[in-house]
């Protein structure tokens, strides 16, 4: 009794292991997702989509060819966009966020944005860590 039960919490364990960092398809993505790959990455290759659960919070994780890593809501909803210290795509960004950068900080390119629960952090090519609202509002800055 004792092995049949510690071979169904192993079979569970491996099986959840699994299922959490599954692999998938391109069309195995929500629709709002395939969507954002389309209009804002049209060209780069795929070399990666897999399902995540992290902290609680259930998504989905894009790898492109050229480095650039997408994480998505479980809805498609984009949540966080890193360009391994490469420049990013800008056009779903809140203008407020760009126009701000384009202000203060012209010869720098966005490299990574996350929309957090309270905030929206974003890197820029100097390595300054900016912090605005959700809508776009300016909080502060810090070097990192």
Request: net charge negative.
């Amino acid at each position: 009794m004792k092995n049949a039960i510690f071979f169904l919490l192993f079979l569970f364990t491996a099986t959840a292991s699994q299922a959490q960092g599954s692999k998938l398809k391109v069309t195995d993505l929500p629709k709002e997702a395939q969507n954002f790959l389309e209009t804002h990455f049209k060209g780069e290759k795929i070399v990666k989509v897999k399902k995540e659960s992290q902290i609680g919070e259930k998504g989905y994780e894009v790898e492109l060819a050229n480095g650039i890593e997408i994480e998505f809501t479980n809805s498609g909803h984009w949540r966080e966009v890193d360009g391994n210290d490469g420049a990013i795509p800008t056009g779903y960004i809140l203008p407020a966020i760009t126009d701000y950068i384009k202000a203060n900080y012209p010869a720098q390119k966005i490299t990574h944005i996350d929309i957090g629960h309270k905030d929206i952090d974003v890197d820029i090519s100097n390595n300054t860590d900016l912090n605005f609202t959700q809508d776009g509002k300016f909080l502060k800055a810090k070097q990192k």
